[in-house]
């Protein structure tokens, strides 16, 4: 997938000011697993379980050999959670030795190939009880969260919560991601007036502000500055959709990618970060390259959203 143009000059003028970044390449996933991967009918109908979700979550993590993943709805929806000793259990399946996650009703969690120093793990004041985790990886900090999915005015407020803290701690070379559940003004233009989401799948309309499509949350974030990261790697904007995922669409009679619907899930990076970014792509069975179609199917089925990956280069004394 070639780069956003537009970028590709930001790049080069970037490294100029900053050097070229050289080193080694640092992957990183970002994946909402739908309620812990709870049992739930296919896109064939038939009842697929945890287990089968679990196993083709690992054997996809196992082909793409991520450093760093970030994961979101670590509960289901029978309020069994995970737990530390689950998702270090899980970790270690696919080469991950370090594990956070938030103790939460809807936890978030980080895994990792590398140590981690936590910084902060919970939900803040007026925060969601999805929680957030700031990690120390690699010389990068990492924030995983997932924000607020009953609309968009409890979501605001999580963004400025989230953004005073990077304030606060005066956070540079900072990746922040997850299920952000908002709307990016860079995807507009796929957007019908109401969201697909309560005409398709009857479900309520959590992205309406005022009856009209929110963007202030995204818009949040892009303004403190963050870089959108797959907007970069992803030039079209209806190959950069992570919901639903196959099994959803399909199961409700739309051919993905026919089905337009939404983006949700994010890869925010700070400014500093702009000359180590390397490749970037969302596995939705859209924007890949055909010949990694056979890959991404090991992750189709387990969830109802698309992982995001970025790489990015950093020196080789961070790798540690």
């Known amino acids: 997938m070639k780069p956003n143009p537009l970028f590709a000059a930001v790049l080069a003028a970037a490294m100029l000011v900053a050097g070229t970044v050289s080193g080694a ?57 995970f737990t530390a000793a689950k998702l270090a259990a899980m970790a270690k399946e696919y080469g991950h030795n370090y594990s956070a996650i938030v103790d939460s009703s809807y936890g978030v969690g980080i895994t990792s190939k590398y140590p981690m120093k936590v910084v902060f793990k919970g939900s803040p004041k007026g925060f969601s009880v999805r929680g957030i985790i700031h ?31 990077l304030r606060g701690k005066k956070l ?8 952000l559940n908002g709307r990016s003004p860079f995807d507009g233009d796929l957007y ?3 969201p697909l989401r309560s005409v398709d799948y009857k479900t309520p309309p959590f992205s309406l502000l005022k009856e009209n499509v ?30 639903p995922n196959h099994w959803y669409s399909e199961r409700y009679g739309h051919k993905f990618p026919d089905v337009v619907g939404e983006r949700l899930d994010y890869i925010f990076a ?15 069975h859209a924007c890949e390259p055909a ?14 959203h698309a992982p995001n990956e970025l790489i990015l280069e950093i020196p080789d004394a961070d790798l540690k």
């Open 192 to 194: 019908p007036d109401r």
């Open 135 to 165: 990690a120390e990886i690699c010389g990068l900090n990492i924030l995983c969260t997932h924000l607020d999915a009953s609309g968009p005015v409890p979501r605001l407020r999580e963004a400025h919560i989230l953004l005073d803290y």
């Open 270 to 284: 700070t400014p500093d970060l702009i000359p180590t970014l390397r490749k970037g792509f969302i596995w939705n």
């Open 25 to 81: 390449q640092l992957k990183i996933i970002t994946h909402n697993i739908r309620d812990a991967f709870s049992p739930r009918p296919s896109r064939t109908q038939s009842y697929r379980s945890e287990a089968a979700n679990h196993r083709d979550f690992v054997a996809f993590m196992k082909k793409r050999a991520p450093d760093i993943v970030c994961l979101q709805e670590l509960c289901n929806g029978q309020g069994e959670r």
């Open 291 to 304: 010949e990694q179609y056979k890959e991404e199917n090991a992750i189709r089925d387990a969830s109802d």
């Open 172 to 179: 540079n070379r900072c990746l922040l991601m997850g299920d």
């Open 214 to 243: 929110d963007y202030s949350v995204i818009s949040t974030f892009l303004s403190y500055p963050l870089i959108d990261t797959m907007r970069i790697f992803v030039p079209n904007a209806r190959d950069r959709m992570t919901w």
